[in-house]
């Protein structure tokens, strides 16, 4: 079975569009968070949300909305999509904060054209 | 801020050569720190971590020590495989909180 895991993996869609990502954990986890990875394999984070409240929130545009129904779920609205936002989106988990061992699903690559 | 830096990839390298990527961070007080690898079409999986000054992460291995005096996490196998190519993230963590600091990743490549 597997402990995190994001719809769509694959996102081809046009500028101005609106799209989302789903993510869910299967491993009881309390918090969950968004990572963008850049075609030059930066990572950076997003949002991290704990118990469906949120508790990161970078500096990312107001178009990207996170939305936690459960804690179980985290999901990604993002509006007027830019080619600038083409990316790999990471969702990840982790049991407890302290020991930093965030478990990873497999990314969706969305591409804006 | 805190923030870490590694060595830029690509590496390239032959089978059962030894392989090093530097790794160094800034931060305040006692990070934790970590080295995940993502292969190909995967996402981050956790490959070893070190929580105090002088700590030694291993793991399938590779090993990384925890060098507060000159603030790295240097990570080492000594005969990579093909099987290793992939991309290494150095990480950090505060003691407190949960927001984990990502390098900006070394791609190895090994060859046959």
């Known amino acids: 079975d597997t402990a995190v895991s994001q719809t769509p993996k694959y996102l081809v869609t046009q500028m101005g569009n609106d799209k989302s990502i789903k993510c869910e954990q299967n491993?009881?986890?309390?918090?969950m968070y968004w990572y963008k990875q850049d075609s030059k394999k930066f990572l950076k984070i997003m949002f991290s949300?704990?118990?469906?409240?949120?508790?990161i929130n970078e500096t990312v545009p107001n178009r990207f909305s996170p939305k936690s129904p459960d804690k179980a779920h985290l999901n990604l609205h993002i509006n007027s999509l830019e080619l600038g936002d083409s990316a790999v989106y990471f969702c990840?988990?982790?049991?407890?904060?302290?020991?930093?061992?965030?478990?990873f699903g497999e990314g969706s690559r969305l591409t804006v054209l | 801020g805190n923030s870490v830096t590694q060595m830029e990839g690509p590496v390239t390298l032959s089978e059962e050569a030894f392989l090093t990527i530097n790794c160094t961070y800034t931060?305040?007080?006692?990070?934790?720190l970590f080295w995940y690898v993502q292969y190909p079409g995967e996402g981050l999986q956790l490959l070893l971590k070190?929580?105090?000054?002088?700590d030694k992460g291993s793991n399938k291995g590779f090993e990384a020590t925890y060098r507060k005096e000159t603030t790295s996490f240097h990570l080492e196998k000594g005969s990579v495989q093909v099987s290793d190519s992939a991309v290494y993230f150095c990480?950090?963590?505060?003691?407190?909180?949960?927001?984990?600091?990502f390098g900006g990743g070394t791609r190895v490549l090994v060859k046959p």
């Open positions: 931060a305040t007080g006692y990070p934790s």
């Open positions: 990480a950090l963590k505060k003691a407190a909180g949960n927001k984990l600091t």
């Open positions: 070190a929580t105090k000054a002088d």
């Open positions: 491993l009881g986890h309390d918090t």
């Open positions: 990840a988990s982790v049991r407890d904060s302290d020991t930093g061992e965030l478990f």
């Open positions: 949300y704990n118990n469906k409240e949120l508790i």
